[in-house]
C-alpha cells in the first residue's frame, strides 16, 4: 500500500512519518536547516511505502508530484491550528485526482487542551463531509509523545491487509519523480508503477528522453526484489544509458506499447470554482510532470482539450492537476480521455460522440460505441495504445459502417466507369478515390480483396473494374495485341523499345505508340517510360524485386533485376513517380507493398 501525507506546512507530516516507521523523510540540508519539507521524502514500514509531501503554498507542484497513484492519503490536521489554507487545498487536490480512501492524523495534541481536540476533530469532520474522503477516520495523535501512534499504525496495517493487490493489465508505466546516481550502481530511478509488471533483465525505456535502457536492479518498497508490479514503490537502477539523454522527474520508464509522448490530449475536466475562459493558461500536473499548457474548451459539459508546452506522457484515465499561471491556486482536475486529438474539428459533434464513447470504463464497451459512432472505423493500435491495452494492429468497422463503405466502393467504381467506359477502372488503393472518406490504405485493401473474393469486381492488368463492366478493345488494336502480347512476354523484364517493338510488328511507331497507349487504359499494358511498354505481371515482378532489397540503388536493382543499368533507372524512376517508391539521396525507400 502506498500512503502519501497531506496538510498545511508545519502541522507535523514528516514528524508522523518519523514515528510510524523510524525514518526522517526530510534528505536535503536545506530542509534540515528549516525544519520545513521542501521535496518528496519516501519511509517504509513492512509493505507500506509513505510519500511525505511539503505542505507549503510554493512547493505544492512537489506534492503534485508525490501523490499519483496511491492508495490512501494521510491527512495530517495540527490540533492548535486546526484546517488552513494547504489543508483545504490538499483536500481538493485528494478530491480531483480520485484518490479512494484516506485518514485524518489530529496532531500536536500534546499542546492543547481535550476541549480544543474535540472541537478541531469535529472541524475536520465538517470538513470533510461534502468530499469523497468523509467518513474518514481521525487519530489524534502526538509524535512528541507517541499519543495514538499505536491506534494509527494498526488502521494502516489493518488498511494494507485488506487491500486487494491492484491488477496487473496494460502495459509497464512508472512515473518518475525522483532520479540519483549509486556509486558501482549507476542511475537509480524511483516512482509508483502505475501499471503492468517489470522485472530484472528487462528492456524498458525513458519515454520523454527517449532512450532505452536494461533494469539492472528492483527494489520494490525498499527491499531487493526480482519483480515490480503495479501499485507498487520502485527503484529501479537502470543499465545501458551511458552517453544518452538525462533522465529527470517528469518522465515515466515504460515497457510495450505505450503511446508515444503527447503535446495535447482531449480530457474530462472539473473545476473547482466557477468556470475558465476558453484558451486559459494553466500549470498541468499530471504524474510527476508539471507543464504549462492551454486550456481549449469542447462543450459545457467539462469536456475539453489540453495544448502543452512540452510534451507529457499519457494513456486514458490518467489523472491530472490544472493551477493557475502562477502555481498559487489550484483551478480544478480530471482525467484523460483521448491521447490521439484530431488535427482539425476537435469539437464537432461526432468527435463529442467519439469522446463520450471513449470515457466508457469497460473496454468491451467503449469499442462498440466507438465503433457505432465512427463510419470511418477505429484504429485499433490507437484504441489500445490509448487505454493501454496490449499491442493491437488493424482497422475495425460495425456491420453497418463496413456495408455502406462497401456500397460507396462500388458506386464509386460505376461512376469511374461512366467517365471511362473503355478503360479499366483504377487500381484496388484508389477505389475510394474522389468520395473524401479518409480511410486508411490497407481498409481500401481489405474492402478491394473482400469485393474480388465475393466476384463483384474483377482485377483487370494494373486496375481493377466491375464485374459487370466490359472493356472492349477496338479491333485494329486487337489484332495488333495479338502481334505485340507474344513479344512482350518473350522479353519478360527487359521489353524492347517503342522503336524496336515497330520494326518486329512490321509497324509504324506513332501509331503503335498510339495503339499501345489505349491498350494501357485497358490494362493490357504499363507505359514505364516515354519509349518502353511493360506488361502487368513485368511491373509486378519488378516491384517484388525491389521489395525484396535491404537498400535499392540503380547499381543494386540492376544485378538483382538483370535488366541492365539504363533500364533499371528507368524502372526507378516510374517507381518513384507513381509512389512505389521515394528518392533518399542516391538510394529507392519502399513506401508502398508490391502488388
Excluded at 474483377?458 to 481493377?464: A, F, K
Aim: with cysteine; aromatic share 4%; net charge positive.
Amino acid at each position: 500500500m502506498i500512503v502519501a501525507t497531506a496538510g498545511h506546512v508545519d502541522h507535523g507530516k514528516t514528524s508522523l512519518v518519523k514515528a510510524l516507521t523510524g525514518v526522517d523523510a526530510d534528505r536535503l540540508p536545506e530542509e534540515k536547516k528549516r525544519g520545513m519539507t521542501i521535496d518528496l521524502g519516501f519511509a517504509y514500514m513492512a509493505d507500506i511505502g509513505f510519500v511525505d509531501v511539503p505542505g507549503h503554498e510554493r512547493f505544492v507542484h512537489n506534492m503534485l508530484a508525490g501523490v499519483s497513484g496511491i492508495d490512501l492519503a494521510l491527512l495530517v490536521v495540527a490540533a492548535d491550528d486546526g484546517p488552513m489554507p494547504q489543508t483545504r487545498e490538499h483536500l481538493a487536490i485528494l478530491g480531483l485526482l480520485g484518490v479512494p480512501r484516506a485518514a485524518v492524523a489530529l496532531t500536536k495534541v500534546d499542546r492543547v487542551p481535550p476541549s480544543r481536540v474535540d472541537e478541531i476533530k469535529g472541524s475536520i469532520e465538517e470538513l470533510l463531509a461534502p468530499t469523497v474522503l468523509a467518513g474518514a477516520p481521525v487519530f489524534p495523535a502526538s509524535p512528541v509523545r507517541g499519543d495514538g501512534i499505536g491506534a494509527l499504525k494498526a488502521f494502516l496495517e489493518a488498511t494494507a491487509d485488506g487491500l486487494a493487490p491492484r491488477e496487473i493489465h496494460g502495459n509497464f508505466r512508472l512515473s518518475v519523480d525522483r532520479c540519483f546516481s549509486v556509486a558501482g550502481a549507476g542511475l537509480v530511478v524511483t516512482g509508483t508503477a502505475m501499471s503492468g509488471e517489470i522485472g530484472v533483465g528487462d528492456e524498458v525505456r525513458a519515454l520523454l528522453a527517449g532512450t532505452g535502457a536494461r533494469v539492472r536492479g528492483i527494489h520494490a518498497h525498499n527491499a531487493p526484489a526480482q519483480h515490480g508490479r503495479a501499485g507498487q514503490r520502485l527503484a529501479l537502477n537502470l543499465a545501458g544509458l551511458e552517453g544518452k539523454a538525462p533522465i529527470a522527474r517528469g518522465d515515466w520508464i515504460v515497457a510495450g506499447a505505450v503511446p508515444e509522448p503527447v503535446r495535447r490530449f482531449d480530457a474530462r475536466l472539473r473545476v473547482l470554482e466557477g468556470a475558465l475562459k476558453n484558451w486559459t493558461p494553466v500549470h498541468l500536473h499530471l504524474g510527476a510532470a508539471d507543464v504549462l499548457a492551454r486550456v481549449a474548451l469542447l462543450d459545457d459539459s467539462g469536456l475539453v482539450q489540453l495544448v502543452l508546452e512540452r510534451p507529457v506522457g499519457a494513456v486514458r484515465g490518467d489523472r491530472f492537476i490544472v493551477r493557475d499561471p502562477s502555481a498559487r491556486r489550484t483551478l480544478g482536475g480530471g482525467s484523460v480521455i483521448d491521447v490521439f486529438p484530431p488535427p482539425r474539428g476537435r469539437a464537432r459533434p461526432e468527435r463529442l460522440a467519439w469522446l463520450k464513447a471513449m470515457e466508457l470504463e469497460d473496454d468491451s464497451a467503449a469499442l462498440s460505441a466507438l465503433l457505432e459512432s465512427a463510419p470511418l472505423g477505429v484504429d485499433m493500435a490507437r484504441f489500445a495504445a490509448n487505454r493501454n491495452l496490449p499491442a493491437a494492429s488493424g482497422w475495425r468497422f460495425s456491420d453497418a459502417h463496413w456495408r455502406a463503405l462497401r456500397g460507396k466502393a462500388l458506386a464509386n467504381l460505376a461512376a469511374w466507369h461512366a467517365r471511362a467506359p473503355d478503360a479499366v477502372g483504377p487500381a484496388e488503393d484508389r477505389i475510394l478515390e474522389g468520395t473524401g472518406l479518409r480511410i486508411s490504405r490497407e481498409t481500401v485493401l481489405e474492402l478491394a480483396r473482400e469485393l474480388i473474393t465475393e466476384r463483384l469486381v474483377v482485377r483487370e492488368g494494373q486496375g481493377v473494374r466491375l464485374a459487370t463492366h466490359r472493356v472492349e478493345v477496338n479491333p485494329v488494336d486487337a489484332a495488333l495485341w495479338k502481334r505485340v502480347e507474344p513479344l512482350l512476354e518473350q522479353a519478360a523484364l527487359r521489353p524492347p523499345t517503342l522503336a524496336e517493338l515497330a520494326v518486329q510488328c512490321s509497324t509504324d511507331v506513332k501509331k503503335l505508340e498510339a495503339a499501345l497507349s489505349r491498350l494501357a487504359r485497358h490494362g493490357k499494358v504499363v507505359r514505364v517510360s516515354a519509349n518502353r511498354f511493360f506488361l502487368p505481371s513485368a511491373v509486378r515482378q519488378l516491384e517484388q524485386i525491389a521489395a525484396s532489397m535491404e537498400q535499392i540503388t540503380a547499381a543494386a536493382f540492376r544485378d538483382r533485376s538483370g535488366i541492365g543499368r539504363n533500364l533499371a533507372i528507368e524502372v526507378l524512376e516510374f517507381f518513384d513517380r507513381t509512389r512505389r517508391t521515394r528518392r533518399v539521396g542516391d538510394a529507392h525507400v519502399l513506401i508502398r507493398d508490391a502488388r
